[in-house]
Protein backbone atom coordinates (compact mmCIF):
# COMPACT_ATOMS: atom_id res chain seq x y z
CA UNK A 1 0.00 0.00 0.00
CA UNK A 2 1.56 3.13 -1.13
CA UNK A 3 2.14 5.83 1.48
CA UNK A 4 2.92 9.55 1.38
CA UNK A 5 4.54 11.65 4.31
CA UNK A 6 5.08 15.12 4.01
CA UNK A 7 6.94 17.55 6.91
CA UNK A 8 6.58 19.70 8.43
CA UNK A 9 2.91 19.64 8.63
CA UNK A 10 3.07 23.33 9.91
CA UNK A 11 5.47 25.59 8.49
CA UNK A 12 5.82 29.27 9.97
CA UNK A 13 8.37 31.24 8.20
CA UNK A 14 9.27 35.30 7.78
CA UNK A 15 9.14 37.23 4.72
CA UNK A 16 12.02 36.83 3.05
CA UNK A 17 13.41 33.64 3.92
CA UNK A 18 14.01 30.38 2.15
CA UNK A 19 12.73 26.68 3.08
CA UNK A 20 11.53 23.16 1.67
CA UNK A 21 8.76 21.39 2.33
CA UNK A 22 9.72 17.16 1.87
CA UNK A 23 7.27 14.79 0.60
CA UNK A 24 8.27 10.78 0.99
CA UNK A 25 6.37 8.15 -0.31
CA UNK A 26 6.65 4.20 0.49
CA UNK A 27 6.84 2.58 -3.19
CA UNK A 28 7.69 2.51 -6.66
CA UNK A 29 6.30 5.88 -8.49
CA UNK A 30 8.16 8.44 -10.91
CA UNK A 31 4.62 10.23 -10.65
CA UNK A 32 4.12 13.41 -8.59
CA UNK A 33 2.04 16.26 -8.12
CA UNK A 34 2.02 19.33 -6.33
CA UNK A 35 -0.90 21.08 -5.10
CA UNK A 36 -2.02 24.19 -3.61
CA UNK A 37 -5.16 24.63 -1.67
CA UNK A 38 -6.43 27.85 0.28
CA UNK A 39 -8.55 28.53 3.26
CA UNK A 40 -12.24 27.36 1.89
CA UNK A 41 -10.98 26.28 -1.32
CA UNK A 42 -10.35 23.34 -3.87
CA UNK A 43 -6.87 22.51 -5.18
CA UNK A 44 -4.63 23.71 -7.34
CA UNK A 45 -2.29 22.29 -9.43
CA UNK A 46 0.97 23.89 -9.23
CA UNK A 47 3.58 21.16 -10.56
CA UNK A 48 3.09 17.58 -12.58
CA UNK A 49 7.28 15.74 -12.12
CA UNK A 50 7.14 12.58 -14.23
CA UNK A 51 11.03 11.04 -14.09
CA UNK A 52 13.45 10.61 -12.03
CA UNK A 53 15.70 13.97 -11.73
CA UNK A 54 12.78 16.04 -12.91
CA UNK A 55 13.00 20.17 -11.46
CA UNK A 56 9.65 22.85 -12.06
CA UNK A 57 10.06 26.35 -11.20
CA UNK A 58 7.76 28.62 -11.08
CA UNK A 59 8.03 32.18 -9.35
CA UNK A 60 9.37 31.74 -5.86
CA UNK A 61 8.58 27.86 -5.76
CA UNK A 62 10.94 25.19 -7.45
CA UNK A 63 9.94 21.53 -7.07
CA UNK A 64 12.12 17.87 -7.74
CA UNK A 65 11.69 14.54 -7.79
CA UNK A 66 14.05 11.79 -6.62
CA UNK A 67 12.67 8.67 -7.64
CA UNK A 68 15.43 6.22 -5.83
CA UNK A 69 15.36 7.83 -2.70
CA UNK A 70 10.98 8.34 -3.24
CA UNK A 71 11.47 12.17 -2.47
CA UNK A 72 10.29 14.91 -3.87
CA UNK A 73 11.00 18.14 -2.66
CA UNK A 74 8.96 21.76 -2.47
CA UNK A 75 11.88 24.99 -2.29
CA UNK A 76 10.22 28.63 -1.63
CA UNK A 77 12.88 31.17 -2.45
CA UNK A 78 12.23 34.34 -0.01
CA UNK A 79 8.72 33.47 0.55
CA UNK A 80 5.95 36.55 0.56
CA UNK A 81 2.84 36.58 2.18
CA UNK A 82 1.05 35.40 -1.16
CA UNK A 83 2.20 32.17 -0.60
CA UNK A 84 0.39 31.39 2.63
CA UNK A 85 -1.32 28.50 2.06
CA UNK A 86 -1.61 24.53 2.33
CA UNK A 87 0.88 22.39 0.24
CA UNK A 88 -0.30 19.50 -1.04
CA UNK A 89 2.03 16.31 -2.56
CA UNK A 90 0.39 13.37 -4.57
CA UNK A 91 1.87 10.17 -5.96
CA UNK A 92 0.60 8.17 -8.81
CA UNK A 93 -0.21 4.30 -7.96
CA UNK A 94 1.47 2.16 -10.12
CA UNK A 95 -1.37 0.61 -12.32
CA UNK A 96 -4.32 1.97 -14.07
CA UNK A 97 -6.76 4.53 -13.38
CA UNK A 98 -4.09 7.06 -12.54
CA UNK A 99 -5.23 7.10 -8.53
CA UNK A 100 -3.66 9.69 -6.70
CA UNK A 101 -2.30 8.95 -2.83
CA UNK A 102 -1.72 12.43 -1.04
CA UNK A 103 -0.21 13.34 2.10
CA UNK A 104 -1.66 15.15 4.87
CA UNK A 105 -0.31 18.03 3.41
CA UNK A 106 1.59 21.39 5.06
CA UNK A 107 0.03 24.58 6.35
CA UNK A 108 2.47 27.32 5.24
CA UNK A 109 1.79 30.73 6.86
CA UNK A 110 4.31 33.58 5.94
CA UNK A 111 4.14 36.43 8.24
CA UNK A 112 5.45 39.80 7.37
CA UNK B 1 -15.19 25.73 -20.32
CA UNK B 2 -16.86 24.68 -16.76
CA UNK B 3 -14.29 22.04 -15.95
CA UNK B 4 -15.51 20.11 -12.75
CA UNK B 5 -19.07 21.30 -11.43
CA UNK B 6 -19.73 20.01 -7.97
CA UNK B 7 -23.13 20.81 -6.58
CA UNK B 8 -24.26 21.27 -4.06
CA UNK B 9 -21.71 23.32 -2.42
CA UNK B 10 -22.81 22.93 1.43
CA UNK B 11 -25.30 20.88 2.82
CA UNK B 12 -26.49 19.68 6.78
CA UNK B 13 -27.64 16.43 6.66
CA UNK B 14 -29.56 14.51 9.55
CA UNK B 15 -28.32 11.67 10.70
CA UNK B 16 -30.38 8.83 8.65
CA UNK B 17 -30.99 10.99 5.58
CA UNK B 18 -29.40 9.90 1.95
CA UNK B 19 -28.35 12.68 -0.45
CA UNK B 20 -26.90 12.24 -4.25
CA UNK B 21 -23.67 14.89 -4.80
CA UNK B 22 -23.44 15.66 -7.82
CA UNK B 23 -20.29 15.74 -10.04
CA UNK B 24 -20.33 16.52 -13.65
CA UNK B 25 -16.94 17.61 -15.99
CA UNK B 26 -16.98 18.67 -19.93
CA UNK B 27 -13.82 18.08 -20.61
CA UNK B 28 -14.51 14.52 -21.86
CA UNK B 29 -12.11 12.98 -19.46
CA UNK B 30 -12.72 9.14 -19.09
CA UNK B 31 -11.19 9.27 -15.01
CA UNK B 32 -13.23 10.53 -12.71
CA UNK B 33 -12.76 10.38 -9.03
CA UNK B 34 -14.27 11.34 -5.46
CA UNK B 35 -12.11 12.22 -2.32
CA UNK B 36 -13.32 13.15 0.79
CA UNK B 37 -11.29 15.80 2.94
CA UNK B 38 -11.18 15.93 7.08
CA UNK B 39 -10.35 18.98 8.63
CA UNK B 40 -6.48 19.39 8.47
CA UNK B 41 -5.87 16.11 6.39
CA UNK B 42 -5.00 14.93 3.39
CA UNK B 43 -7.67 13.49 0.86
CA UNK B 44 -8.78 9.82 0.73
CA UNK B 45 -10.40 8.29 -2.35
CA UNK B 46 -13.70 6.83 -2.28
CA UNK B 47 -14.19 5.73 -5.54
CA UNK B 48 -13.26 6.20 -8.56
CA UNK B 49 -13.91 5.92 -12.74
CA UNK B 50 -12.09 4.56 -15.72
CA UNK B 51 -15.30 5.76 -18.24
CA UNK B 52 -18.57 5.33 -18.08
CA UNK B 53 -20.59 2.04 -16.50
CA UNK B 54 -17.00 1.58 -14.55
CA UNK B 55 -16.51 2.13 -11.15
CA UNK B 56 -14.44 0.87 -8.34
CA UNK B 57 -13.76 1.32 -4.79
CA UNK B 58 -11.14 3.58 -3.05
CA UNK B 59 -9.66 3.23 0.18
CA UNK B 60 -12.77 4.29 2.38
CA UNK B 61 -15.64 3.51 0.25
CA UNK B 62 -18.08 2.30 2.83
CA UNK B 63 -21.05 4.37 3.41
CA UNK B 64 -21.15 5.63 0.07
CA UNK B 65 -22.30 4.02 -3.60
CA UNK B 66 -21.47 5.62 -6.83
CA UNK B 67 -22.39 5.36 -10.49
CA UNK B 68 -21.24 6.47 -14.10
CA UNK B 69 -24.08 5.90 -17.19
CA UNK B 70 -22.40 9.25 -18.90
CA UNK B 71 -18.73 9.97 -19.65
CA UNK B 72 -19.93 13.77 -18.02
CA UNK B 73 -21.59 12.35 -14.65
CA UNK B 74 -20.36 10.56 -11.64
CA UNK B 75 -22.70 11.20 -8.75
CA UNK B 76 -21.45 9.96 -4.95
CA UNK B 77 -24.93 8.97 -3.28
CA UNK B 78 -24.48 8.82 0.79
CA UNK B 79 -27.23 6.20 2.52
CA UNK B 80 -27.95 6.25 6.34
CA UNK B 81 -25.69 9.62 6.91
CA UNK B 82 -23.66 9.18 9.71
CA UNK B 83 -21.51 12.13 11.76
CA UNK B 84 -18.53 10.28 10.60
CA UNK B 85 -19.24 11.33 7.08
CA UNK B 86 -19.01 14.59 7.94
CA UNK B 87 -15.86 16.19 5.60
CA UNK B 88 -15.48 17.99 2.42
CA UNK B 89 -15.95 15.92 -1.02
CA UNK B 90 -13.69 16.92 -4.02
CA UNK B 91 -14.69 15.47 -7.26
CA UNK B 92 -11.53 15.10 -10.03
CA UNK B 93 -11.27 14.20 -13.64
CA UNK B 94 -8.16 13.31 -15.32
CA UNK B 95 -7.08 12.47 -18.74
CA UNK B 96 -5.80 8.91 -19.97
CA UNK B 97 -2.65 9.57 -18.38
CA UNK B 98 -0.39 11.43 -15.89
CA UNK B 99 0.88 14.49 -17.49
CA UNK B 100 -1.73 16.71 -16.17
CA UNK B 101 -2.74 15.29 -13.45
CA UNK B 102 -6.51 16.28 -11.84
CA UNK B 103 -8.93 18.55 -12.06
CA UNK B 104 -10.80 19.10 -9.09
CA UNK B 105 -14.19 20.37 -8.18
CA UNK B 106 -15.14 23.05 -5.92
CA UNK B 107 -15.97 20.68 -3.28
CA UNK B 108 -19.37 20.17 -1.38
CA UNK B 109 -19.09 20.72 2.69
CA UNK B 110 -21.07 18.52 4.22
CA UNK B 111 -22.11 18.46 7.88
CA UNK B 112 -24.09 15.40 9.49
CA UNK B 113 -26.04 15.80 12.52
Known amino acids: ELKVEQNPLFLSMQEGKNYTIYCNYS?????LYWYRQDPGKSLESLFV?????AVKQEGRLMASLDTKARLSTLHITAAVHDLSATYFC????????????FGTGTRLQVTL | NAGVTQTPKFRILKIGQSMTLQCTQD?????MYWYRQDPGMGLKLIYY???????DKGEVPNGYNVSRSTTEDFPLRLELAAPSQTSVYFC????????????FGSGTRLTVV
Open chain 2, 92 to 103: ASSQDGPTYGYT
Open chain 1, 27 to 31: TTSDR
Open chain 1, 49 to 53: LLSNG
Open chain 1, 90 to 101: AVANTGTASKLT
Open chain 2, 27 to 31: MNHNY
Open chain 2, 49 to 55: SVGAGIT
